[in-house]
T-cell receptor, first 114, second 115 residues
C-alpha cells in the first residue's frame, strides 16, 4: 500500500524567508502527488499537483514543488513567505487504478513570525 | 457558486446516539468521499462513492455508514458502534472515475463532539 511521510510536524519561519516543506512517499510505480493547504477549521484547498512530465510544478499563491523519483520526494517550496501562508499543509498521493482515492500525510503546521 | 456544503458545522452527541452528517455538492461530480481528521493523524478515508447507488469502505469504515441515492448527496451516519467519534469530518468530491488524477474539492467540515 502507498504511504506518505511528512517528517516535520511544525515549522516556523520569518516573513519574507524561504520555505521548504518535506514530503516522502512510498509507492511502487509513478504516483500522482498533491499538496493541499488547510486554514484552521476549514476544508482543504489544492495548491498544486503532479501527474507526469515536467518534474517542477507551479501552483497557486506562489508555491512550487519538485518531484524527485530517486529520492521518492515531492517537497513544497516558496521563495518568500507571507504571514497569510500560516496554515497546515498536507501532501497526498494517488495511484493508477485507485480512482481519486488519496492517501494523505499527517500534515505540517506552518507558523510565520512577523 | 458551485461547491460542497456540509452541515451542521458543529454537532454535539451523547454517547449511544447515532448522528448523520450532511454533504451536498452542486459540481456535478461523480465521486464523493468522507474523511476523518484527528490532530497529528492527517486525513483518513472512511467511505467513498464513485457513482450513484454504489460505495466502498475506506480505511476506517467501522462504526460508520453511508448512502448514495442521489448524485448530489452523500450523507454519513456515525453510529453508536464508533468507539471514538469525536473528530473533524470532511466531505470531498471529484470528477471522473478513472485514475487518481483528479483534484478533490472539500467542504468546510463538520466538527462532532461526543459528550
Amino acid at each position: 500500500a502507498q504511504s506518505v511521510t511528512q517528517p516535520d510536524i511544525h515549522i516556523t519561519v520569518s516573513e519574507g524567508a524561504s520555505l521548504e516543506l518535506r514530503c516522502n512517499y512510498s509507492y511502487g510505480a509513478t504516483p500522482y502527488l498533491f499538496w493541499y493547504v488547510q486554514s484552521p477549521g476549514q476544508g482543504l484547498q489544492l495548491l498544486l499537483k503532479y501527474f507526469s512530465g515536467d518534474t517542477l510544478v507551479q501552483g497557486i499563491k506562489g508555491f512550487e514543488a519538485e518531484f524527485k523519483r530517486s529520492q521518492s520526494s515531492f517537497n513544497l517550496r516558496k521563495p518568500s513567505v507571507h504571514w497569510s501562508d500560516a496554515a497546515e499543509y498536507f501532501c497526498a498521493v494517488g495511484f493508477t487504478g485507485g480512482g481519486n482515492k488519496l492517501t494523505f500525510g499527517t500534515g505540517t503546521q506552518l507558523k510565520v513570525e512577523l | 457558486d458551485g461547491g460542497i456544503t456540509q452541515s451542521p458545522k458543529y454537532l454535539f452527541r451523547k454517547e449511544g446516539q447515532n448522528v448523520t452528517l450532511s454533504c451536498e455538492q452542486n459540481l456535478n461530480h461523480d465521486a464523493m468521499y468522507w474523511y476523518r481528521q484527528d490532530p497529528g493523524q492527517g486525513l483518513r478515508l472512511i467511505y467513498y462513492s464513485q457513482i450513484v447507488n454504489d460505495f466502498q469502505k475506506g480505511d476506517i469504515a467501522e462504526g460508520y455508514s453511508v448512502s448514495r441515492e442521489k448524485k448530489e448527496s452523500f450523507p454519513l451516519t456515525v453510529t453508536s458502534a464508533q468507539k471514538n467519534p469525536t473528530a473533524f469530518y470532511l466531505c470531498a468530491s471529484s470528477s471522473g472515475q478513472g485514475a487518481g488524477t483528479g483534484e478533490l474539492f472539500f467542504g468546510e467540515g463538520s466538527r462532532l463532539t461526543v459528550l
